[in-house]
Nanobody, 120 residues
Framework: QVQLVESGGGLVQPGGSLRVSCAAS????????MGWYRQAPGKQRELVAS???????NYADSVKGRFTISRDNAKNTVYLQINSLKPEDTAVYYC??????????????WGQGTQVTVSS
């Protein structure tokens, strides 16, 4: 079964840092583009950052300079380092990846989400 599994969310004080991870597993040929989205209560899901298979990155304006996306292709894992956290960063963070799978070809997958709460 192909899946994305996230980890690393939690409660952090304003100004703090956190790293969330997402690992792809299952019968895969390759992992293509990967990214992180977030959804705050009452708001639409929005793209936070993305990274291509060869390492090109893209960030939402609201997180530039504070968030860093990276990936380890050997582990099929994408990371999001979150620094200088603000209360408005509170949201469920979702991993998204385009996976080239053995059984179903190339498809888009979502993780289950991990809660990040910024509060004192």
């Amino acid at each position: 079964q192909v899946q994305l599994v996230e980890s690393g969310g939690g409660l952090v004080q304003p100004g703090g840092s956190l790293r969330v991870s997402c690992a792809a597993s299952g019968s895969l040929f390759s992992v293509l583009d990967m990214g992180w989205y977030r959804q705050a209560p009452g708001k639409q899901r929005e793209l936070v950052a993305s990274i291509t298979s060869d390492g090109n990155t893209n960030y939402a304006d609201s997180v530039k300079g504070r968030f860093t996306i990276s990936r380890d292709n050997a582990k099929n894992t994408v990371y999001l380092q979150i620094n200088s956290l603000k209360p408005e960063d509170t949201a469920v963070y979702y991993c998204n990846a385009r996976l080239n799978t053995v059984l179903r070809g190339t498809k888009n997958y979502w993780g289950q989400g991990t809660q990040v709460t910024v509060s004192s």
